[in-house]
């Protein structure tokens, strides 16, 4: 359940990590912005909540296919997952938001990062820590990667890639850059969510996006927002 700006944030906290899980069990619990429901080293333990009773789960985990096959398990109940680990590579990260994840963070010393994302998580927002922009920037492979299946051997620059956006669909990413969530997009263009998220994907062909969050940093990178 997307909890409303003004709610507070249900958080469920996974972490086999003592001295970690104690440090952001107290981050976490943020007096009228967050409440943590369960603090557990035993991410299944999570699965006992109903999907209404958390907003986020934020799982501090090794990188790898079993921390992936849990988010996908909690996608197919309905809970969002705020995946917070150390490694990261646009790989790793890729196959974080194939699996359904809606944040990915890198774990270190800044612990009120890890609080804003989850409250972004927790309110309907994609997030992926500002260490990991790079990985999407202009340059970055893949970058332009529908350009070059449409013209072999030619990668068009990324306004370029911009531009074959239609006005529609650039109001809608630009939206979503700005930090609004589907919901949002939909009240302020007037339009069904279902049409936000058909010209997300739309958009996402025509830029060569592997996902919304890529999308939204190449519309970020092009625009300066």
């Known amino acids: 359940m997307e ?15 003592p001295i970690s899980r104690h440090v952001l069990r107290s981050a976490l619990d943020w007096e009228g912005v967050t409440r943590l429901v369960t603090v557990t080293e035993d ?7 109903a999907s209404d009773e958390v907003d986020v ?18 996608a197919d109940r309905g809970l969002r997952v705020l995946l917070v680990g150390t490694g990261w590579t646009k790989e790793l990260v890729n196959a974080a938001l194939a699996a359904g ?15 804003s994302a ?21 340059g970055a ?17 990324l306004q370029r890639l911009v531009e074959t956006l239609t006005e529609r669909e ?6 979503l850059a700005k930090g609004n969530n589907t919901a949002e997009v939909s009240a302020v263009l007037n339009i ?26 190449m519309i970020r990178a092009a625009t300066h927002l």
């Open 3 to 17: 909890a409303g700006r003004n709610s507070v944030v249900k958080v469920a906290l996974v972490d086999h990590d």
């Open 43 to 49: 991410p299944e333990a999570v699965w006992q909540h």
């Open 57 to 74: 789960v934020v799982f501090c985990t090794t990188l790898d296919d079993s921390a992936f096959g849990y988010v996908r398990v909690c």
């Open 101 to 115: 994840t809606w944040g990915c963070v890198v774990k270190s010393i800044k612990i009120d990062a890890v609080t």
């Open 118 to 138: 989850a409250v972004a998580v927790g309110t309907g927002h994609l997030i992926l820590s500002p260490e990991l922009d790079h990985f999407y920037r202009l």
């Open 141 to 157: 492979p893949d970058s332009a990667r529908a350009a070059t299946t449409a013209r072999p051997g030619a990668a068009l620059p």
């Open 170 to 175: 650039l109001e809608v990413l630009t939206l």
């Open 192 to 217: 069904s969510r279902a049409t936000v998220k058909s010209h997300v994907s739309h958009s996402l062909t025509k830029l060569g996006a592997r996902n919304r969050v890529e999308a939204v940093l």
